[in-house]
Nanobody
Framework: QVQLVESGGGLVQAGGSLRLSCAAS????????MGWFRQAPGKEREFVAA????????YYADSAKGRFTISRDNAKNTAYLQMNSLKPEDTAVYYC?????????????????????WGQGTQVTVSS
């Protein structure tokens, strides 16, 4: 498993932007699919975005499409989530996740149990 550390969370007004980073340990970062999930108080952890090993394929939850962008820099062992036009309902703890297993369908990118490694999370709070 890879060790993941998120950063970049904070308090922002509605309409603002934040960029989350997820730094991974080890030399095999490019072999991991990366995902971002979030969990609001009292709610289940939900999918936000995912990116393939090369970065050429990305997936987004409907709530993130058009506002969030996932990317990765394999040379820096880091994945990113650029979040624009933030809304109060985006308030949550954001987690990055990684997995080496081959994804045989796009649906698997969206599932919490398809990821083996998780970061500790970073709080994002959007005020109205």
């Amino acid at each position: 498993q890879v060790q993941l550390v998120e950063s970049g969370g904070g308090l922002v007004q509605a309409g603002g932007s934040l960029r989350l980073s997820c730094a991974a340990s080890g030399r095999t970062f490019s072999t991991y699919v990366m995902g971002w999930f979030r969990q609001a108080p009292g709610k289940e952890r939900e999918f936000v975005a995912a990116i393939s090993r090369s970065g050429g394929i990305t997936y987004y939850a409907d709530s993130a499409k058009g506002r969030f962008t996932i990317s990765r820099d394999n040379a820096k062992n880091t994945a990113y989530l650029q979040m624009n036009s933030l809304k109060p309902e985006d308030t949550a703890v954001y987690y990055c996740a990684a997995d080496q297993k081959v994804k045989r369908s796009s649906r698997q990118y969206y599932l919490v149990n398809e990821y083996d490694s998780w970061g500790q999370g970073t709080q994002v709070t959007v005020s109205s």
